[in-house]
């Protein structure tokens, strides 16, 4: 006769010490909460599942990078004047592939093309990337990243895609997030219900449901600036600095943003990217850097500015944009803030 697995007689699967639960699958976890995303078709959902798909071959490639001389620049140089490296380029490539097969995506916004991808008209969403972020540390093995941010086009389906569609506001951002690809790479994003965190488990090929509902602290001690060049940055910055010296906080500076940023979401912190003299708007690219963390930020408590406004209202007037960007713990970046 067959049993039950609920038989009380029977040890639960559950609470079985022989196999051990691997918790949720980010498949599984995307269909269980498609329902709470207000434009509950799927296409979202496959559109999570491609981006996941070209980040688990893109994490093959950087964890061989060093067998198969795949570190190093091209030769050539990305829209903002930087070394494109070999991997960054590849990125590019798996990104722009995985996310055109889809069908999902009418336009692509990249760190590493002038102008966007136009991809197919009926595709309901623009997607911006950075397919590799911190590229100055692929050589030296340190983690990266890669950062993406989803919308929803304003036009009709199957019409050309209208600039008003691609210069959106992060605000308008239907989700967002990054991979890390360190110690362990792990998938975070957000559709605005909250932060979910997955590390991907190489031997199956999948990545597992790691961090539910992160929260970012309220506070911390860590401090996140590039400090060898305050000599460059506004006067209030450099107050801030001294601040968080007389304070005794940590300075933790990996030159990755992803990868300061993951830590500041876990450990509480802030990281500031001010103006600086190379350059006076800040270094970072709104559209496919600071709107996503921003995004991610906000969900999990934390807080993002400019040093004056909210990242996510500010106004997009071209591509590659760039901003100051204050992100981080909330309190923390309010502080900074106050310095003026
Ligand atoms: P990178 O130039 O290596 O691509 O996106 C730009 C970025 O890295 C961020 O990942 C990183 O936080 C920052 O620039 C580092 O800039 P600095 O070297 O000027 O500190």
């Given amino acids: 006769m067959q049993r039950s697995i609920n038989n009380t007689n029977t040890p639960s699967i559950e609470s079985s010490r022989i196999a051990l639960s691997i918790g949720t699958a980010l498949d599984r976890f995307i269909k269980n909460n498609q329902a709470q995303f207000q434009y509950a078709s799927g296409e979202l959902s496959q559109l999570l599942r491609d981006i996941a798909l070209a980040s688990k071959v893109v994490n093959r490639e950087v964890n061989k990078a060093g067998l198969i001389d795949m570190m190093g620049a091209v030769g050539s140089q990305n829209t903002t004047g930087e070394d494109q490296q070999k991997l960054d380029v590849l990125a590019n ?196 850097e600071c709107n996503a963390l921003a995004f991610v930020a906000e969900q999990a408590g934390g807080k993002a500015t400019d040093g004056k406004g909210r990242i996510l209202d500010i106004q997009l007037n071209e591509l590659h944009q760039r901003t100051a960007f204050y992100v981080g713990s909330k309190n923390m970046v309010e502080k900074a803030e106050s310095f003026g």
């Fill in 93 to 288: 490539i798996r990104f722009t592939r995985a996310l055109a097969k889809g069908g999902e995506v009418c336009a692509l916004v990249s760190e590493e093309s002038e102008f966007f991808v136009d991809l197919n008209n009926e595709g309901q969403y623009v997607i911006a990337i950075d397919p590799l972020d911190g590229s100055s540390n692929i050589d030296v093995n340190v983690s990266i990243g890669t950062i993406f941010s989803i919308y929803r086009r304003k036009s009709p389906a199957g019409t050309p895609i209208q600039e008003s569609d691609i210069l959106q506001k992060g605000s308008a951002q239907v989700a967002a997030g990054y991979v890390l690809y360190g110690a362990s790479t792990m998938l975070v994003y957000t559709t605005g219900t909250g932060v979910n965190g997955f590390t991907y488990e190489p031997s199956l090929g999948e990545y597992f449901l790691s961090h539910p509902n992160m929260k970012m602290p309220e506070d911390g001690k860590i401090y996140s600036i590039n400090e060898g060049l305050a000599n460059s940055f506004p006067q209030p910055v450099r107050d801030y600095i001294q601040y968080c010296k007389d304070k005794t906080y940590t300075a933790r500076y990996i030159g990755s943003l992803v990868a300061d940023f993951h830590r500041n979401l876990l450990k509480g912190g802030v990281y500031v990217y001010p103006a600086t003299a190379k350059f006076p708007n800040g270094k970072l690219r709104l559209m496919y």
